[in-house]
């Protein structure tokens, strides 16, 4: 069902500027009814680096998207990359409900944001 997404993210890999981990990561965004893709972009000044999944969701909402449904990712990792948890945390935002993990030999696994940040921060006025 996600295939295309996950070839999307391999594709995506290809444009990754990581010239410092050499670990290529790409991701593919089911946004309205386009796909946005994103790679990772490092920086010499580590902290300045930006995940692919981060760049593909800003990608899309800064073209005014907002109906974000689905992400998949691939890496170079022979097993599965799943997102860092500023991603995550960047997909709570925008509600996106499920997350591909390409297994890099072309197989992928699904997974809900639930299972990989069950415990959100998203209350600024609780305290
Ligand atoms: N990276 C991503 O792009 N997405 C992830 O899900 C995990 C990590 C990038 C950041 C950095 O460029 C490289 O992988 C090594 O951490």
């Known amino acids: 069902m996600y295939q295309r997404l996950v070839a999307e993210a391999i594709k995506a890999r290809n444009q990754a500027y990581a010239p410092y981990s050499g670990f290529r990561v790409g991701a593919a965004l089911l946004g309205g009814d386009k796909i946005y893709s994103g790679c990772n972009i490092e920086n010499i000044s580590f902290g300045a680096t930006c995940c692919a999944e981060r760049v593909a ?54 997974y809900t944001l639930d299972q990989l940040l069950p415990f959100t921060f998203d209350d600024i006025n609780s305290s």
């Open 57 to 110: 969701i800003f990608k899309a909402v800064s073209e005014g998207i907002r109906d974000l449904k689905v992400i998949a990712v691939a890496s170079d990792s022979l097993g599965t990359t799943f997102p860092c948890g500023i991603c995550l945390q960047v997909m709570t935002e925008f509600n996106i409900k499920k997350v591909i993990v390409s297994d890099g030999g072309g197989g992928y696994r699904e």
